[in-house]
């Protein structure tokens, strides 16, 4: 014979359990602007194609939450900028490289 008041506490465990594992799948990534000027970025996920637009203000600090499996690369302004791969929990910042080009660099 089941037992419903304990088979309702299972399921409502299990649910509440469900979206707690699936969000720890999922890791933050976070880059600063240190350009000196507002900096329009690309975020791509894994080896996708697809991309994700975003600006990143003056002195601002982006933070985003991505697949820990997939990573992320992220380029900013120009087609002749490369991109950086970037590993979940670090902290990295944006800099104006040479030639104008922005880079992508840990934090120190």
Known sequence: MI???RLGALL???ALAAPAGAASSKAAYSVRNDVGRRID???RVGGSSQTERLVIRTGATW???FSAKKGIRMRCE???S???RLSPGAAYMAVEGRKGLIQI???S
């Open 3 to 5: 037992n419903h008041g």
């Open 63 to 65: 933070t985003g939450r």
């Open 12 to 14: 409502a465990l299990a």
């Open 78 to 80: 120009g087609e002749f």
């Open 82 to 84: 490369t991109w950086s």
């Open 41 to 43: 970025c690309l975020v």
């Open 105 to 107: 660099r840990r934090a």
